[in-house]
């Protein structure tokens, strides 16, 4: 518990004990989070890394209460999306980088060879479906979500990152393109109760020597 108190005190946990601490939280103390907190968190997850440092994520932040309410029906009247102050939609929008392809070159190259990056990711791209497209931006996506959760606990709140949700509700509730994929809804708060005890694989199970 001790833990969880970084977002009153303005103290940062590490990243190991902000890893440790992580447990998905349903249920959230009904206070508005300050936007500079919000702010500061999105900041971290900025950095975080993608393939040719595309950066397809986009993040759709709501706090309002009706959207709340619709959000959670679409989420099968899942209580945590209503109890969090906010909720985050992590979706990738490769169709958006795509049509913005000089955006994500590196200012440092010259312009030739920004011109030869921009040429070879076009004909990539062009290469697949807008399906094949979308889920190759969502892997990515899901990069920005794992760095979320963990800045968010850094910065002292806690989240939950669901995928049971009619996705196709949630399109027409934030007025999302047909093409975006969903990496996460994440409501997040102040925990109001604790999560359950980590029950993970041993080592042995999942890491392998070669
Ligand atoms: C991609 C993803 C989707 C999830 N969807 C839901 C969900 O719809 N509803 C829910 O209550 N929890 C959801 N969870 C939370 C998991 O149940 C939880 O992360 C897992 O049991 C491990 O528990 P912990 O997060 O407390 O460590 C989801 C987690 C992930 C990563």
Redesign the pocket.
């Known amino acids: 518990m001790l833990l969880l108190a970084t977002a009153t005190t303005g103290q940062v946990l590490s990243v190991k004990d902000a890893i440790v601490s ?3 939280i ?1 249920k959230f103390v009904q206070k508005p989070i300050p936007k500079e907190d919000i702010d500061r968190i999105f900041e971290l997850v900025r950095l975080s890394p993608s393939a040719w440092n595309l950066q397809p994520w986009r993040f759709h932040i709501v706090t309002d209460t009706e959207l709340k309410e619709s959000l959670k029906e679409a ?1 099968y009247g ?1 209580q ?1 999306v209503t109890s969090a102050p906010a909720v985050v939609i992590v979706i990738s929008d490769m169709e958006d980088v795509i049509a913005n392809l000089p955006e994500t070159v590196h200012p440092g190259l010259s312009e030739e060879r920004k011109q030869e990056e921009v040429a070879n990711l076009s004909s990539f791209f062009n290469g697949l479906s807008v399906e094949e497209r979308g889920q190759w931006g969502l892997t990515q996506a899901n990069i920005a979500l794992g760095i979320l959760l963990t800045a968010l606990q850094g910065y002292g709140y806690s989240s ?6 009619d996705q196709e509700k949630v399109k027409e509730i934030l007025g999302l393109p047909e093409h975006v994929k969903f ?2 809804m994440v409501p997040f708060g102040i925990a109001e109760s604790e ?2 005890e ?2 993970r694989f041993s080592l042995d199970k999942i890491v392998s020597y070669h």
């Open positions: 992580r447990h998905s349903r989420a899942q945590q939950v990152p669901m995928l049971g949700f990496a996460a999560g359950y980590h029950h």
